[in-house]
């Protein structure tokens, strides 16, 4: 049975969704499933762009068939080569032989590192700017190097302006039928994925994505079509101003994510009396995580949201307690720039919490350490003022 839709003349989503698997890349949680999305052209020439991953490779083949309706399929446009993309390339150009793949050098070489199969009588190697009619269609290609590997292409159909954005705006989430971002509660359902998934996946190459996003023609866009998640025709400065924000490092809201980590309760109840102390001095809707039960990946998601962070730690093996140090690491990783810190460290018998964390804020570009201070197990009355302050400081600093 063939689960397909005509999203525009000629042009039919013939993507997949998998609720079964736990963690993308084996890392990511993703209760609410995931699209592959694949589009189909079927005009003078039939063209497909890119393919899906493996686990819905079944539905996948039976979709581009129906679709195909017995007809050849001329290109196959490999705009991804990371393997949740391009793990039926095989199977396809084995199905169609005379298939020509359209990809770059970038695309080509890393397609030899993954796969034995010979696709050299296949290949059609495209530049910058390069052009292939279907007919009425045109796809005009647009080199997206890190954004989110470095052969990623862009692909833009010129005569209506659909723009095929490989891993850019997509989000985790299947699609329930709903595949297009007008026809679902977006803000509700899927923005605070798209933003985990922008944060963690492509987070680190903002610098790349609005290179990419310098050589679009932006305002003639009418519909975007990621690989992951719904389908754009309305509504499409919106997302495009999600991606300004995240990609220049921009928090999208004054507010305070607060990350802990907690052997016995006593760092948490330092935070939690901070958390009052914050909500007292006007700060609004509070995030806070206890780092040993929140998914990293979440917590990610709130700092690029939020313009404020604090991270609480005890010391561990006279090092930071591995939850904090996880979320900073990958932070930095993910090259965060541009948030206030305030920091607290707990100690018993030898205080390292407190300098790590700020030695690993200082380290990230435009963050700065507001206030930090360190406690002795529990915190005493005697510190009470000290926490105020810390509550005064990014109170202040969030205004
Ligand atoms: Fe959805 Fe970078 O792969």
């Not at 039919?12 to 189909?40: C, K, M, Q, T």
């Not at 590997?149 to 989430?173: H, N, Q, R, Y």
């Amino acid at each position: 049975m063939q689960i397909i839709q005509e999203i525009s003349p000629s042009l039919y989503w013939v993507g997949a969704s998998d609720r079964r698997l736990e963690r993308f890349e084996n890392l990511f949680p993703i209760p609410a499933g995931i699209s592959y999305n694949s589009y189909l052209f079927t005009d003078t020439k039939t063209a497909l762009l890119d393919t899906v991953d493996s686990s819905v490779t079944q539905q996948f083949l039976e979709n581009v068939r129906q679709a195909l309706g017995g007809r050849p399929l001329d290109y196959l446009v490999v705009n991804h080569m990371e393997p949740d993309h391009c793990a039926n390339i095989e199977a396809l150009v084995r199905l169609y032989p005379d298939v020509q793949v359209v990809g770059n050098k970038k695309t080509f070489l890393l397609f030899s590192q993954f796969y034995e199969m010979d696709i050299e009588q296949n290949k059609l190697l495209v530049k910058e700017g390069d052009e292939i009619s279907l007919g009425v269609h045109t796809l005009k290609f647009f080199f997206a190097p890190m954004v989110h590997w470095p052969e990623v292409m862009l692909t833009c159909e010129t005569s209506k302006g659909i723009l095929f954005s490989a891993d850019a705006f997509g989000t985790f989430g299947a699609l329930n039928g709903n595949i297009f971002a007008d026809q679902v509660e977006y803000e509700r359902h899927f923005l605070g994925e798209t933003r985990r998934y922008y944060a963690n996946i492509i987070g680190k190459f903002g610098t790349q994505v609005q290179a990419a996003f310098a050589k679009l023609p932006i305002d003639s866009i009418t519909m975007i079509c990621p690989l992951h998640g719904p389908i754009w025709r309305e509504n499409i400065p919106f997302i495009f101003e999600k991606y300004r924000l995240w990609s220049t490092y921009t928090p999208e809201r004054r507010g305070v994510v607060i990350a802990y980590a907690s052997m016995y309760g006593n760092t948490e109840a330092a935070v939690n009396k901070l958390a009052l102390l914050l909500a007292q001095r006007g700060v609004r809707d509070i995030r806070m995580f206890d780092l040993s039960r929140t998914h990293i990946s979440e917590v990610v998601g709130e700092v690029w949201e939020n313009s404020h962070l604090v991270v609480a730690s005890p010391t561990y093996n006279m090092h930071l307690y591995s939850g904090a140090a996880n979320l900073l690491d990958d932070l930095s990783a993910l090259g965060l720039r541009n948030r206030k810190v305030a920091i607290i460290g707990n100690h018993s018998w030898a205080s390292a919490a407190q300098k790590s964390m700020e030695e690993r804020v200082c380290s990230m570009k435009d963050c700065q350490v507001i206030a930090s201070m360190d406690i002795k197990s529990t915190l005493k009355d005697e510190q009470l003022g000290e926490l105020e302050a810390l509550a005064d400081a990014i109170a202040h600093s969030v205004e």
